[in-house]
C-alpha cells in the first residue's frame, strides 16, 4: 500500500483510479516554473540551478531554437525535478507576439500517474 503524507481530503482526486494528493502537483508546477524561468549561473551558492532557455529567448522562432529549448528544458528538469519522469516536450510558437508555448508531459514518479505542465516563455 502507498504511503501518503498528506492526510485525508475532499473531494478525492483520482487519476487512473489512483489518489493524487492534494498539493503535490502544485507543488511541482512551482518548481518547475521556478526551474525553467530562473536563469543559469546566476545563484551564488547553487550557480548551476536553472535553465539556460533564456538564453533562447529574443532568437528567432526557428526549427533550432525550438530544438535547443527542448534539450535545455529537459536537462534542467532531469536534473533539478526528480520527483517527475519527463514522456514528452512540446514547444508550440506563437510567431504573432514572438513567444513559445512549452508544455512537458511526464508522470509523477512515486504514484505513477499523469502529469501536464505548461508555461509561456
Request: proline share 6%.
Amino acid at each position: 500500500m502507498e504511503e501518503f503524507k498528506y492526510g485525508l481530503y475532499f473531494p478525492i482526486v483520482l487519476d487512473q483510479g489512483k489518489p493524487v494528493p492534494p498539493g503535490l502537483a502544485d507543488s511541482i508546477d512551482a518548481s518547475l516554473r521556478n526551474i525553467l524561468t530562473f536563469p543559469y549561473n546566476v545563484r551564488n551558492f547553487t550557480p548551476t540551478f536553472g535553465a539556460l532557455v533564456h538564453l533562447l529567448l529574443g532568437n528567432p522562432l526557428s526549427d533550432s531554437t525550438v530544438s535547443s529549448v527542448k534539450v535545455y528544458t529537459r536537462i534542467a528538469i532531469n536534473r533539478w525535478e526528480k520527483r517527475i519522469e519527463i514522456k514528452e516536450i512540446v514547444v508550440d510558437r506563437d510567431n504573432d507576439n514572438g513567444t513559445l508555448f512549452l508544455t512537458v508531459d511526464a508522470v509523477i514518479k512515486n504514484l505513477g500517474v499523469n502529469y501536464t505542465f505548461q508555461v509561456h516563455l
